[in-house]
């Protein structure tokens, strides 16, 4: 019937189509820049696809089995009309006329059995085509999320080495004399730290004051205070670096 064309086609091209572009997305050469959500999104889209094709299966047997009840109901109506003609005709008997209409119900019954069969039958095969169809997709996503980790790892690789033959590290100059000055400060707070601790372990409860414990404790915060003070401009020094080198 039209309506079985129709959803024929609605499967073959339409819904193919559409697996088809999304699964063709994973044969591109650049496609190692996307990250995994990119890649599991294809697979989502397969799913939304498969899903789709199910519902318009069960459409489809939907409308089959209601042009069938509908079939069934009009035949039974015409053969009533019909009987009812024959009973005017004089040289028929109503016998007859009975014999005849049980004959032809069973025609119409059976020929309402062998539809819902091939019906049956129909959809049977669209949900196993549709369900091989899935699997065939699935392999091909798979296929293709080893082909994306591949060029996702020459990504990472191509990445990496053009950062490495950038200026950033071609001529690394004012970044090793920021890093000496870090280590140089850094040891200068752990040595003054150790120096204030040792002063605040050496009290004793015969000498210790409030006055005392408060000073050391003042003197420790202050150190800690120029400490992240000194390494706030050693980062923001960083920054200014690199920034220079990106718009080399």
Known sequence: SEAVSDFRRFINES??????????KMAAEDMGNQNEAWVHSIASDLEAIHAERLTGIDQLEDLLRRTEEDRKQR??????VFSEKLLGVAHVSPG????????ET????????????AAEDLVSRLRVQSLERHKTRRTEWAEGMLRWRQFRHR??????K???????????????DVFTRVRATQREVYAERVRLLQVLFS???ENVTSLKARTQQEAIASLNDKA????????AELKRIKDGLHER
């Open 228 to 235: 992240q003070e000194a390494y706030d401009n050693y980062f």
């Open 162 to 176: 053009t950062r490495i033959a950038s200026e950033e590290f071609v001529h690394p100059g004012e970044l090793k």
């Open 15 to 24: 819904m193919e189509t559409a697996a088809g572009a999304a699964i063709n």
């Open 106 to 117: 069973v025609k119409a019954n059976q020929t309402n059995v062998d539809n819902r069969k």
């Open 155 to 160: 990504y990472a690789v191509s990445v990496v």
């Open 96 to 103: 007859e006329v009975e014999r005849w209409v049980d004959l």
């Open 203 to 205: 009290l004793t409860a």
């Open 75 to 80: 035949v039974e109506e015409m053969l009533a």
